[in-house]
């Protein structure tokens, strides 16, 4: 038994490392693409990131795992598109507005933002890239073998590696960053798809980065407002409005233990659900 997972433990570092870290060095060595406008240009960029993400994906699924390892399959999409579209918007909704109410948030004038839906198409392109290699192959490798709780927190540690100034914002910020993430995977397991994971970060990234400027999703990456903060950098995020503050964070959090509740609630009634269909 033990020899057996220490095997397994050995084999899930070795794979880990050969798909995680083969595609950030290939992304990390593929030639910018820089002709034409800044926003073609992202786009072009981000899909060949998605490409290369995607290309792994399909080795590792097809033929390193021989199709031994099921992939997401489709159903309640609808129901999937709106937890994922709450989980998103609705911590940076409330802090925006909880932190406009105090008077501690203030909107820039409006830029104009200029071959929009490119923009767009290169942050969901680059919001698919980041949800398929965090939590497409590595998530079901590890649930096969560990509990959400262990893939979770292995899935939020690969995710900040990528973080290049983790705690160039704070504590705070750092703390946000693993909630969000954590919070990703719970969103995955308490939906048993991709998808919910996927239109949670979209939009938290169309909000957050597009909408408002709270965040950059890279330095060429226009926004329709900066917003910018005023009062304790605790509560308002200082340098990284909303995202670098305690509200976020509580919000976050909640929404965290909701899911649990969620899946907790999922393995409750799924013994009685087998039991009913034995019977008949």
């Known amino acids: 038994m033990l020899v057996m997972i220490l095997k397994n433990t050995l084999l899930n570092i070795f794979k880990t490392l050969f798909f995680f870290d083969t595609a950030v060095l290939v992304i990390n060595f593929l030639p910018t693409y820089s002709k034409g406008s800044a926003a073609r240009s992202a786009l072009v960029n981000e899909v060949f990131s998605l490409a290369v993400v995607l290309a792994l994906t399909l080795i590792f699924f097809l033929p390193v795992e021989r199709r031994q390892l099921a992939f997401f399959k489709p159903r309640h999409e609808g129901r999937r598109l709106f937890f994922g579209i709450v989980c998103g918007v609705l911590p940076l909704a409330l802090c925006t507005g909880l932190l406009k109410l105090l008077h501690s948030l203030t909107f820039g004038s409006k830029a104009n933002v200029s071959q929009l839906l490119f923009w767009v198409l290169a942050l969901l392109a680059n919001t698919l890239a980041t949800e398929l290699l965090l939590r497409g192959y590595l998530f079901r490798l590890y649930r096969k073998y560990y509990n959400v709780i262990v893939t979770a927190v292995l899935l939020t540690i690969l995710s900040l590696s990528l973080e290049k100034e983790l ?39 169309l909000l957050g980065a597009l909408v408002l400027g709270a965040f950059s999703i890279a330095e060429n990456y226009p926004a329709f407002f900066h917003i910018s903060v005023s009062g304790k950098t605790w509560l308002t995020g200082g340098a990284h409005p909303l995202t670098g503050g305690l509200v976020y964070l509580l919000l976050n959090g909640a929404i965290c233990a909701r899911l649990i509740l969620l899946i907790q609630k999922r393995k409750i009634h799924s013994p009685s659900r087998r039991s009913k269909r034995r019977s008949i």
């Not at 705070?172 to 397991?189: I, T």
């Open 167 to 205: 705690f160039a914002g704070g504590r705070l910020y750092a703390f946000n960053l693993a909630v969000f993430n954590l919070m990703l995977c719970l969103l995955v397991e308490a939906t048993q798809s991709l998808l919910a994971a996927v239109i949670a970060r979209f939009a938290s990234n």
